[in-house]
């Protein structure tokens, strides 16, 4: 089956590693993907404050641009990032049920030349890799098994709710059961879907960093020696600000934070680089098992 | 073909009578430009108008013109026939005409209180007056029929409902069959430990009908049987039960329990339904200890004789009364019965459907129902408040509304969990002395005694708090947190959110129809709500009576209600029954529909259309033919029927023809 | 020991906007907004409630009951995450998410936020990054909200700009999309004007 993959800005910015590793991983598990030609911004949740209907244009121009490149056939639509994953999602259903909206969507996309008919199936890459591939197809490609290494899966808010898409609303275990299937041990924690903060830790860093702060001392306290998460936005929450949260908080955190897609390339034996493993800011190899 | 009049060669005579309902039609309809332009329709003979036609003096004027003048067609122009038909038919009949030769025009709902302009109104008025008089002219003399009735009575469910109804007609010289699908009678009321608002006792107050119901000559007790065909009709119900075996003979049993005893198994084996699974029984077991019939019995996938055939079987040995019958069969009874009593009761949501709760993640969290076991001396824990980790909770959370209010779930009021809710709160408190906590969104205590009762359990410190709980966690911010289940509430009254570990988290669960009562509704051919409970008749005005006559609701199967609530209904709904096997007759309306069986090819269109199931196929003559007493004449045959073989008196091909000709001809 | 203020505090109806409930109702999102109960499960399950000035329920309590200013001068629309857990866990299934952007989207409109408050900033930047260049430059974004709300603030910042920059993860330098972004400005511009002609 060909996949297109549509990375979304931070994936090229701050989240490079998401991107450098997923598409080694896909390379690794011999699936066809294409990049999504000429994709702009989902908009993510800053768009939607400004203008409602131009946010939707702006998903639909990529949901239209994949229908496109892959000559009108069904298109599966890979989007790792979970604020992209959640935006084509709502703008899918939102245009699907209603009729007004639909129309001025169609015609402003018709107006440059873009058909848009609602079809393509937007996909996590949880969802493939542990729906589509299946773990046993996972458990093959594993040279390095992860032993020691206890991961507290982090899947955040947007590839949850308000779509519980492919896994479990409130007790999602698409990626623990894919970081099992990766020889490792999957940490048991009430805190899997509980907002980071997203934006809120560079604004008003009161409110924001304190979330990110207490999924991490969590994460610790559960015997976790690594977070894994799948959201870029999440990564960043949780890594990036380590030292800070230790000097406001008086605490000695210290969690080395990975996209799953990169604990998954350490288990396939891929090459340091190629994962993006040296963008990390909270060093990795301080875990057992991804030295 | 024009269906002939009372005697062979009689001219229709019609007497045509204009109500004008004080204002209520004469504010919009000319009335005398009506009854001017009734007077030179073709066979009428008078016509006439009064300002209130339905009254005595207006009834009396067409009882004389019917004698006076000959009349033998009678059309009154005034207000709905829901409100009025039976009382002019019953005009007619007492002047001594046939009362199908009346046809009602509604110039009133239909015309006066719809139409603004008073020009429009009389033209219509005077439309529905030609059509009705057009009509009437072919209509023929019918008479309703009478069928004698059975005086026997079934009740489905053997909840307080089903015990109090059943109690009622045996006492009225009644018999009855009771048909119970538990082991026992009693229902859930028998798993309740106390009773609100004046904390009876629940076994204390059912037991003694239980007994009465065991001991009365007149009721048959089935258990562990289940309704599964009824044919027939109102007055004439034909029922099949079957009545699985308990693999006991039950006249022998004394329930000594010997053979529970010396079962081979020592420990429990079955989830044990009673104690809503808080415990295991053996696969020989007693239900509950004042089980009715107080009898044991066996499951059948458990035990080892019964499934692999093979077992040493201690539990003959001990039985000095030879009781046990591993060879028992089903039994298929049929009964004859003339009015069927549904009160099948209710099931509990399922609380893993509000996984954010905890229910079955955590160990602590229970459900209101497994705590009444619990609280209950006779239950798992012998009535101490003991948790699954067997500690003793110090701080209990009970949270309201699980599955009610709820769009995603249910989303009607539950009714009396509020109730159930503080009185277990009152009985963890007593049980425990631990500091408890009501997370409610509304409190409702409408009934007699319920507000005193709130008042009761807010003196005796229950804390509440306005505040639907998002979440049951374990996720501990403080050290007292620590090992706790957390409930995050904001509390809405003080205005603050609150984090409040407890030990124990109780969820006051919906309660739902029973996850089969679509085939329960479809065997008796009732109705549901939309929310899966058996529909009523009208919900002000006929709270016990469906669309189905002869079948009756009581308890919570028709919508969530208290004990007291129950209890009422089932009085109710044994009035209904007992209104109707004591008539000894029932009355079928004439408008029913008949199959000519000469113009009938035996196509069996109809037969799969009629939604009473009124029609069968005769295979040896080749038609279909219409069980009249089962007929509600709503015409679904009659219009399917290719050949025209259907008709329906009272609606038949012409009368219908001529109704509209009368409109056309005048329009 | 502090003295105390007193002051009495009533609200009149006078001093309400009634037709306010019935405009957010109207937007994406609020259609289930007159069916509120109150129930609270909104502020219950936001991991930010406990922040706010007015907590998620009560902003719908007072959507409805007309409080204009009060709403749009919260901090309560600001803090929302989006992270979707009361549009969820809600009973009534209201989209209080969406209720929550409405709200967001009616005081950028009308400009009732505080001046170099940090988030509208954020947003507005981020708007004008894509209609620019089809991309959401992080980097550039975050700058100019630092340099438009705290100046200062930026010194303080660079260490981890730093450290980004150094760890691969911060273009200094704009990224475009492929193709330019024509095209979207031409299809943004015509959803403008179809917006215009359409009710809200």
Redesign the interface.
Known sequence: MKYLYYPGCSLKGTGKAYDESMVAVFQKLGMDVEELQGWNCCGATSYMSIDETKAFALIARNLALAEQQNGGEPVHLISPCAACYLGLCKAQKYIAESEELKTIIVDSLGSVGLKYTGNVKVRHPLDIFVNDLGLDKIAKCVSHPLKGLKVASYYGCLIVRPYATFDDQYNPMTMDKLMVALGAEAVDWPLKTRCCGGTLTGTVEEAGLRLSYMLLKEAAKRGANLVATACPLCQFNLECYQSKMNHDYGDHVHLPVAFFSQVMGKAFGLDRRQIGLQRLMVPVETSPAMA | MIMSNTAAGDQPRIGVFVCYCGRNIASKVDVEKVRQFAEKLPNVVVSRTYKFMCSDPGQEMIQQDIKELKLNRIVVASCSPLLHEPTFRRTCAAAGLNPFYFQMANIREQVSWVTADTVAATRKASALVAAAVSRVACHTSLEKKRVPVHADVMVVGAGISGIHAALLLANAGKKVYLVEREPSIGGHMAQLDKTFPTLDCSACILTPKMSEVKNHPNITCWTLSEVEEVSGFAGNFKIKVRRNPRYIKQELCVACGQCVDVCVFKEGKVLDDFNVGLSKHKPIYMPFPQATPACVLIDPTACLKLSRGKCAQRCVEACDRKAIDFEQQVIHEEVEVGAVIIATGYQMFDARKTPEYGYGKYLNVYTMMEVERLVNAAGPTQGEVIMRDGKTPKTVGIIHCVGSRDKRHHPYCSSVCCMAALKTAHLVREHTGALVFNFYIDMRTPLKGYEEFYDRVLQEGVQFVRGRVAEVTDWAVTPAEDGKLVIRVEDTLIGVARRIPVDMVILATAMEAHHDAAELQRRFNISCSKEGWFLERHPKLAPVSTFSDGIFLAGVCQGPKDIPGSVAQAGAAAAEALMLVDKGFVEIEPNSAWIDDEVCSGCKTCVPLCPFHAITYNAQDHVSVINEALCKGCGTCVASCPSGAAQQKLFTDEQIHQEIKGVLNYV | MAAWKIQGRVKHQEELDLDFGKTIASK?GGENLYGC?????????C?????MDY?P?KIIAMTRAGFHDEVLRSNTI??C?????C???C???I?I?DVM??L??EA?EHGVYPRRF???V???E??K??MKT??????LI?TW?ILKTAPLKLFKQMG?GL??LL?????VLE?H???G?E??R???D???T??KG??P
């Open positions: 994406s109960i109150q129930c609270g499960t909104c502020s219950s399950t991991p930010l409630s406990i922040y907590t329920r600001w803090l995450a989006s992270c979707y857990a549009t969820v866990d009973p009534r299934q989209r998410t952007y409405a967001k989207r950028i940090p988030i509208p954020l947003a507005k981020f708007f990054s894509v089809g991309r959401s430059n992080e980097g975050v909200m981890l450290k980004l760890h691969g993860r911060l273009s990224e999309m492929d193709g972004a095209q979207l031409k299809i943004l015509h959803v403008e179809a917006k359409a009710t």
